[in-house]
């Protein structure tokens, strides 16, 4: 049995198949059809819908894509559709802006947008910030496309939303919210199921790994943006899930001496502001990384679990030299993460263990850290080439090399040789392009839809110039904004 707010309406729900997405449940279970299907796919963002949590005594609001959520996930919060917006007859600040300023046409994805910017004005007001955000409403509104009407009167109406806004129903039910949702907080584990399909939501690691010790035939749900494509694309079904999503010990992100630990279950979202802090590439990448929406609900643990070789978090983390904490049943081992990728995909991960934390180590005294990811697009895409290096340089020479790729490899894979030919070198341009040729020893990269063989190789080498060059005269901003 689960349950959640509707709004402000208790659901509970005994009997769902836990394959049923979230945007499935609104448009077919309780006919709140308003919440539009583009692609099922996460790239769209027709099917934004806003999830409230408990944060203290506040609701923290956050858009999620339906279309990838399992209803499963939703125990022990508030969702709000763009049904919820509308008050007394009169449209929210936020949909009243979209008319004000010809934000729609076709209106197929003016929900999602409308969601977007619902979620963007109340986390613009949580945060004291006043007024419009350009970044902040680019950021918004990254994972939502339109078609025909265009997106600049669409950020009018973001700038009209944020710059204009009163205290609405959401405000003032506040308070009885919060009390809601602290009575429906989970307190045990919980389990969704419908005939043999299962899905169970522990609330401890040690409960987490008793169940997939019990059942090592279950799938692992996090953020479920990798995972509940199996179900929207290719139309699987999932009999037994365990969500990760309510063991708060896999969602902390502590800072120590030497190590930046997050566990598993963080949302992308929330390793943020650690990894940008230390190391300000990692930041930008994850500004990158899918939409808001993903990155709300996808999760650190998730993007190492589906061992994708163009993941983007695992080659800044191999070439940082993180560490990841497996645990089975009451075993926990530590393992470097380069070692955890064995083949495409194929891990390291035994039956029944599951990943606990990753550690990252600290920086370190004349430690340069870069990584660039090229995509086809700015946003809400998938690398074709993701490159991180990690290099101590002392007196001109280098001490260390530490340099891993994505999309070059089955696996997000170091490049030994490039490492070898810098490692004791002088720090130059000679030996840069003995780095360069020497990462034709260690890739032979494949061609596919997002780029070719050579493109990928050239594009490589390309950036290890572009890494020397920066460092040569880091007053020149070259980063991050590179297409394919
Ligand atoms: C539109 C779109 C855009 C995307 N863009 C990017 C992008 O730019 N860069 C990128 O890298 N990825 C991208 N992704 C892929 C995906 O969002 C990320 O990989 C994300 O981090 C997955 O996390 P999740 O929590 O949603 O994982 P889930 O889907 O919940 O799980 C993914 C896999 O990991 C396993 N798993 C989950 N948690 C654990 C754990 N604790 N231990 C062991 N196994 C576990 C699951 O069983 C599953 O096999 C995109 C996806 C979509 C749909
Ligand atoms: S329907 Fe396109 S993102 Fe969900
Ligand atoms: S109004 Fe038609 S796609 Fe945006």
Same mark, same amino acid.
């Given at each position: 049995?689960?349950?959640?707010?509707?709004?402000?309406?208790?659901?509970?729900?005994?009997?769902?198949?836990?394959?049923?997405?979230?945007?499935?449940?609104?448009?077919?279970?309780?006919?709140?059809?308003?919440?539009?299907?583009?692609?099922?796919?996460?790239?769209?963002?027709?099917?934004?819908?806003?999830?409230?949590?408990?944060?203290?005594?506040?609701?923290?609001?956050?858009?999620?894509?339906?279309?990838?959520?399992?209803?499963?996930?939703?125990?022990?919060?508030?969702?709000?559709?763009?049904?919820?917006?509308?008050?007394?007859?009169?449209?929210?600040?936020?949909?009243?802006?979209?008319?004000?300023?010809?934000?729609?046409?076709?209106?197929?994805?003016?929900?999602?947008?409308?969601?977007?910017?619902?979620?963007?004005?109340?986390?613009?007001?949580?945060?004291?910030?006043?007024?419009?955000?350009?970044?902040?409403?680019? +950021?918004?509104?990254?994972?939502?496309?339109?078609?025909?009407?265009?997106?600049?009167?669409?950020?009018?109406?973001? +700038?009209?939303?944020?710059?204009?806004?009163?205290?609405?129903?959401?405000?003032?039910?506040?308070?009885?919210?919060?009390?809601?949702?602290?009575?429906?907080?989970?307190?045990?584990?919980?389990?969704?199921?419908?005939?043999?399909?299962?899905?169970?939501?522990?609330?401890?690691?040690?409960?987490?790994?008793?169940?997939?010790?019990?059942?090592?035939?279950?799938?692992?749900?996090?953020?479920?943006?990798?995972?509940?494509?199996?179900?929207?694309?290719?139309?699987? +079904?999932?009999?037994?899930?365990?969500?990760?999503?309510?063991?708060?010990?896999?969602?902390?992100?502590?800072?120590?001496?030497?190590?930046?630990?997050?566990?598993?279950?963080?949302?992308?979202?929330?390793?943020?502001?650690?990894?940008?802090?230390?190391? /300000?590439?990692?930041?930008?990448?994850?500004?990158?990384?899918?939409?808001?929406?993903?990155?709300?609900?996808?999760?650190?643990?998730?993007?190492?679990?589906?061992?994708?070789?163009?993941?983007?978090?695992?080659?800044?983390?191999?070439?940082?030299?993180?560490?990841?904490?497996?645990?089975?049943?009451?075993?926990?081992?530590?393992?470097?993460?380069?070692?955890?990728?064995?083949?495409?995909?194929?891990?390291?991960?035994? +039956?029944?263990?599951?990943?606990?934390?990753?550690?990252?180590?600290?920086?370190?005294?004349?430690?340069?850290?870069?990584?660039?990811?090229?995509?086809?697009?700015?946003?809400?895409?998938?690398?074709?080439?993701?490159?991180?290096?990690?290099?101590?340089?002392?007196?001109?020479?280098?001490?260390?090399?530490?340099?891993?790729?994505?999309?070059?490899?089955?696996?997000?894979?170091?490049?030994?040789?490039?490492?070898?030919?810098?490692?004791?070198?002088?720090?130059? /341009?000679?030996?840069?392009?003995?780095?360069?040729?020497?990462?034709?020893?260690?890739?032979? /990269?494949?061609?596919?839809?997002?780029?070719?063989?050579?493109?990928?190789?050239?594009?490589?080498?390309?950036?290890?110039?572009?890494?020397?060059?920066?460092?040569?005269? /880091?007053?020149?901003?070259?980063?991050?904004?590179?297409?394919?």
């Amino acid at each position: 049995m689960i349950q959640f707010l509707l709004n402000r309406e208790l659901r509970t729900e005994h009997a769902l198949d836990p394959n049923l997405t979230v945007l499935n449940y609104l448009r077919e279970h309780v006919g709140k059809p308003g919440t539009k299907e583009g692609c099922a796919s996460g790239d769209c963002g027709a099917c934004t819908v806003v999830v409230g949590e408990l944060d203290g005594e506040r609701v923290r609001y956050r858009t999620l894509n339906s279309c990838l959520t399992f209803v499963s996930s939703l125990h022990g919060k508030q969702l709000i559709s763009v049904e919820d917006l509308k008050h007394q007859g009169q449209l929210h600040s936020v949909q009243q802006a979209m008319v004000d300023c010809h934000g729609s046409q076709c209106g197929f994805c003016t929900p999602g947008f409308v969601m977007s910017l619902f979620a963007l004005q109340k986390n613009r007001a949580a945060s004291g910030s006043d007024g419009f955000d350009k970044a902040a409403t680019m +950021e918004a509104l990254a994972g939502n496309l339109c078609r025909c009407t265009g997106y600049r009167p669409i950020i009018d109406a973001a +700038e009209q939303a944020c710059c204009q806004q009163q205290p609405d129903q959401f405000d003032a039910a506040e308070a009885d919210t919060v009390a809601q949702l602290k009575a429906i907080a989970p307190r045990e584990t919980a389990e969704l199921n419908s005939g043999d399909k299962r899905c169970l939501l522990p609330l401890t690691v040690a409960d987490l790994a008793d169940l997939y010790a019990a059942n090592p035939e279950a799938r692992l749900l996090a953020g479920g943006t990798d995972l509940a494509l199996e179900v929207t694309q290719f139309h699987r +079904e999932l009999p037994v899930m365990i969500y990760v999503g309510h063991i708060e010990a896999m969602k902390r992100v502590e800072v120590t001496d030497s190590s930046i630990e997050i566990g598993a279950a963080t949302a992308l979202s929330d390793c943020y502001a650690a990894l940008a802090a230390e190391y /300000p590439d990692f930041g930008e990448l994850l500004h990158r990384f899918a939409s808001l929406q993903i990155r709300n609900q996808g999760t650190l643990g998730g993007n190492i679990g589906n061992a994708s070789p163009i993941g983007d978090a695992p080659p800044l983390l191999i070439a940082l030299g993180a560490q990841i904490v497996l645990r089975k049943g009451n075993d926990t081992r530590s393992l470097a993460l380069e070692d955890y990728f064995l083949d495409y995909k194929v891990t390291a991960r035994q +039956e029944a263990e599951f990943i606990e934390k990753i550690v990252v180590p600290r920086a370190q005294a004349n430690q340069a850290f870069r990584a660039y990811k090229l995509s086809k697009r700015l946003d809400d895409d998938i690398s074709a080439v993701c490159a991180a290096f990690n290099l101590i340089i002392e007196d001109g020479v280098v001490r260390s090399a530490r340099i891993a790729f994505g999309g070059m490899a089955a696996i997000p894979k170091r490049a030994a040789a490039c490492e070898a030919a810098l490692q004791g070198s002088a720090w130059y /341009p000679g030996v840069i392009e003995r780095a360069c040729a020497a990462l034709a020893e260690d890739f032979t /990269p494949l061609s596919d839809f997002r780029a070719s063989k050579e493109y990928r190789l050239l594009t490589a080498q390309n950036l290890l110039r572009k890494f020397f060059l920066e460092l040569q005269a /880091p007053e020149v901003e070259t980063r991050v904004t590179a297409y394919v």
